[in-house]
Every structure is written in structure tokens, then in C-alpha cells.
């Protein structure tokens, strides 16, 4: 398969590349940054010298589109949607890392990205790539929304006892923490290494953009409206993410019924392990892999379920589950390229 990616040299183009070099069917034609344009790769990034020589180039899409055959997108929301569409008529598949295609409402999308949405039609068109739900789907699609960070740990670790209805879907409160890379690569005040630094803080409560974006698959898999309490707090690492999640059982299952349910679940679904009761996962477990690791606590006393779901937000979260949903797309094993353990510690 002849590659492009669009938006290289931010952290998710850059996982991109680790990964699809290490990829036995992916050749990768165009590494394209418009900001970094006309620079050799290893002039951005020194860590691929002597693995991986490359000319940054812009984006020149009648040029591109002849010689390839998937264009990834690892461009931060709002960029994708312009350049997508003429991707697709000269019928190049594309996998957006971005929310441009992940909301089927325009104006939810315009509303919480603040920003212009695709067209309906595109929108439509555009699969979710949560590919434990929708494999099938992912096969025949030519265009793939990549799951945000956020709710791929939150709807892995929610979906199954929500669509058994064993947990009330008006009682769900997510607390979510992520690693400082999950801000991208670009300078704030916010990431600033003094900012960060033996800091715990909270930000966007109530207005972070994944929260639509988790509604609508809850919805749209359990056929009940679940509005969420969702807390994103940033913590000191980074990478990964942690999704503590809580939510009204109801009536009782003990810890051992919710593990078989989610074993049985996700039976042939390689990148989610399930933890054995009173085994609690770790980010440093699942860093550097596409692996999303889940445990349970039932609590009778209070009638409530814990749920913790952790990953890696560059990997699971971003560019391993890209390439998972290239893999299913072109007819392959899931594993293809991504077959690595993670990195510990």
C-alpha cells in the first residue's frame, strides 16, 4: 500500500510513521507538512536519522492522489474536512485523526469544536473506527473518523454493560486523566514544562470537545440518551490515559459476572485484555502499545460499578488505532504492524 500523511510532524503523524515503518505491507510515499515543508525529516525529528531519510513536502492533492492509495490525516480539527472530499472522488481511501468527520450532527460539531462543519454528505459517508464495535463496517469504508482518545478508553470500557442495560445510562460519571502529549506538539502556557511539573490540574469540565462524540455512540449502541459527567484533569507524564468511570448498577452483579461479560464481549478482539478481579491497570502497562487494558470493582454496599480503562492516547488512542483500522480496511489481520509489547518501564 502506497501512503501519504498529511500532518507528519505532530505527535500522532510522527507515532504514524514509527509504526508503518515497522508495517510489512505500507510504503510510505509522501510525508507531508506544510510547516515544515521543503526540510528533511531528521532536521525536525533527529531521533529517525539514519531510519528513515524523507523530504517534507506540502500538500499537492492531484499529485498525491495518483500515487497512493490511503491518505492519513494527523491534522488537528478543522483541516481535514477541506482537503477529504477531493481525496475521496479520485477515489483514495482516507483515515481522518481529527474530529472533523467523528459527529453526524453539523451542528453539535459547530458548536463544540467552534468551528465550520463538513458537509452532510461527507459525514454520512465517514465510518467511526472504534473497530471492537464496528469491524464490519470499517471493512467496506472509504472514509474512517478516528476515535478520539478520550472515548475510545471511555466507550471500550462502557459499551458492554450499557448494552446489557446491567448499568443506568443517566448515572454516568467519567473521570479521565491524560499525559501532556494528548495537547499535541504546538507551545502553550498550558503544557509549559513549569505548568506541568508536579501539577495536577483539571480543564474543560463540561465543555471538553469529546463529550458529544461519547453521547452519540452510547446512543446510537444502546438506543437510550446518556448524557455524561465527564472531568479531564492533565497530569505530570507523557503518555497515556486513565478513564475512571462509575456508574449505577441495576440490580446487583458482582465483579465476577461484569468480567465474564466483557471476556465474552471481547472474544477475537486482540488489543483489549481484561484484568482478573482485584487487578487494577496501569498507563505504564499499555505505553507505547495499542492495547486497552479494563478492570472492574462492584461495590454492593453502594450499588455502583467502577470501571478503569487505560491506554496509551499516541497509540490506542490516536495512531495504533489508525493503522488497526487501515489493517481491517484493506482485508488485513488487525495485528499487521502492530504486534509490539509495550514498553516497560
Same mark, same amino acid.
Given at each position: 500500500?502506497?501512503?501519504?500523511? #498529511?500532518?507528519?510532524?505532530? @505527535?500522532?503523524?510522527?507515532?504514524?510513521?514509527? &509504526?508503518?515503518?515497522?508495517?510489512?505491507?505500507?510504503?510510505?510515499? @509522501?510525508?507531508?507538512?506544510?510547516?515544515?515543508?521543503?526540510?528533511?525529516l531528521?532536521? #525536525?525529528?533527529?531521533?529517525f536519522?539514519?531510519?528513515? +531519510?524523507?523530504?517534507?513536502?506540502?500538500?499537492?492533492?492531484?499529485?498525491?492522489? =495518483?500515487?497512493?492509495? #490511503?491518505?492519513?490525516?494527523?491534522?488537528?480539527?478543522?483541516?481535514? =474536512?477541506? !482537503?477529504?472530499?477531493? !481525496?475521496?472522488?479520485?477515489? $483514495?481511501?482516507?483515515?481522518?485523526?481529527?474530529?472533523?468527520?467523528?459527529?453526524?450532527?453539523p451542528?453539535?460539531?459547530?458548536?463544540?469544536?467552534?468551528?465550520?462543519?463538513?458537509?452532510?454528505?461527507?459525514?454520512?459517508k465517514?465510518?467511526?473506527?472504534?473497530?471492537?464495535?464496528?469491524?464490519?463496517?470499517?471493512?467496506?469504508?472509504?472514509?474512517?473518523?478516528?476515535?478520539?482518545?478520550?472515548?475510545?478508553?471511555?466507550?471500550?470500557?462502557l459499551?458492554?454493560?450499557?448494552?446489557?442495560?446491567? /448499568?443506568?445510562?443517566d448515572?454516568?460519571?467519567?473521570?479521565?486523566?491524560?499525559?501532556?502529549?494528548?495537547?499535541?506538539r504546538?507551545?502553550?502556557?498550558?503544557? *509549559? !514544562?513549569?505548568?506541568?511539573? +508536579?501539577?495536577? =490540574?483539571?480543564?474543560?469540565?463540561?465543555?471538553?470537545? *469529546?463529550?458529544?462524540?461519547?453521547e452519540?455512540?452510547?446512543?446510537?449502541?444502546?438506543? /437510550?440518551?446518556?448524557?455524561?459527567?465527564?472531568?479531564?484533569?492533565? #497530569?505530570?507524564?507523557?503518555?497515556?490515559?486513565?478513564?475512571?468511570?462509575?456508574?449505577?448498577l441495576q +440490580?446487583?452483579?458482582?465483579?465476577?459476572?461484569?468480567?465474564? &461479560? @466483557?471476556?465474552? !464481549?471481547?472474544?477475537?478482539?486482540?488489543f483489549?485484555?481484561?484484568?482478573?478481579?482485584?487487578h487494577?491497570p496501569?498507563?505504564?502497562? $499499555?505505553?507505547?502499545?495499542? @492495547?486497552?487494558?479494563?478492570?472492574?470493582?462492584?461495590?454492593?454496599?453502594?450499588?455502583?460499578?467502577?470501571?478503569?480503562?487505560?491506554?496509551?492516547?499516541?497509540?490506542?488512542?490516536?495512531?495504533?488505532?489508525?493503522?488497526?483500522?487501515?489493517? /481491517?480496511?484493506?482485508?488485513?489481520?488487525?495485528?499487521?504492524?502492530?504486534n509490539?509489547?509495550?514498553?516497560?518501564?
Open positions: 500500500m502506497n501512503i501519504a500523511i #498529511v500532518g507528519a510532524t505532530g @505527535y500522532s503523524g510522527i507515532e504514524l510513521l514509527r &509504526l508503518l515503518l515497522n508495517h510489512p505491507e505500507a510504503n510510505l510515499t @509522501y510525508l507531508i507538512s506544510n510547516s515544515q515543508s521543503n526540510k528533511q531528521s532536521e #525536525v525529528y533527529p531521533h536519522s539514519g531510519v528513515k +531519510e524523507s523530504m517534507l513536502k506540502t500538500l499537492d492533492i492531484p499529485k498525491v492522489a =495518483k500515487e497512493v492509495d #490511503v491518505v492519513f490525516f494527523a491534522t488537528p480539527s478543522g483541516v481535514s =474536512k477541506n !482537503f477529504v472530499p477531493e !481525496f475521496l472522488e479520485y477515489g $483514495v481511501k482516507c483515515i481522518d485523526l481529527s474530529g472533523d468527520f467523528r459527529l453526524k450532527d451542528l453539535l460539531y459547530e458548536k463544540w469544536y467552534k468551528n465550520s462543519s463538513a458537509s452532510e454528505k461527507n459525514l454520512e465517514a465510518v467511526y473506527g472504534l473497530s471492537e464495535i464496528y469491524e464490519n463496517d470499517v471493512k467496506e469504508a472509504s472514509l474512517i473518523a478516528n476515535p478520539g482518545c478520550y472515548p475510545t478508553a471511555t466507550l471500550l470500557g459499551l458492554p454493560a450499557l448494552k446489557e442495560k446491567w /448499568i443506568k445510562s448515572s454516568i460519571i467519567i473521570d479521565g486523566k491524560s499525559g501532556v502529549s494528548g495537547a499535541g504546538s507551545v502553550s502556557i498550558g503544557t *509549559h !514544562f513549569a505548568e506541568t511539573n +508536579e501539577n495536577l =490540574k483539571a480543564y474543560k469540565l463540561g465543555s471538553h470537545q *469529546h463529550i458529544p462524540e461519547i452519540q455512540i452510547l446512543h446510537t449502541e444502546s438506543g /437510550i440518551q446518556s448524557n455524561v459527567t465527564f472531568s479531564t484533569h492533565l #497530569v505530570p507524564m507523557t503518555r497515556g490515559i486513565m478513564c475512571t468511570m462509575y456508574a449505577d +440490580e446487583h452483579k458482582s465483579t465476577g459476572e461484569i468480567i465474564d &461479560l @466483557y471476556k465474552q !464481549f471481547y472474544e477475537g478482539k486482540p483489549v485484555r481484561i484484568r482478573p478481579e482485584d487494577w496501569t498507563t505504564k502497562e $499499555v505505553s507505547a502499545s495499542n @492495547y486497552c487494558d479494563i478492570g472492574f470493582m462492584s461495590d454492593a454496599r453502594t450499588g455502583r460499578l467502577t470501571i478503569v480503562s487505560v491506554i496509551d492516547n499516541v497509540v490506542k488512542g490516536a495512531a495504533g488505532q489508525a493503522v488497526q483500522n487501515l489493517n /481491517i480496511m484493506m482485508g488485513l489481520d488487525a495485528k499487521t504492524g502492530l509490539l509489547s509495550p514498553v516497560y518501564p
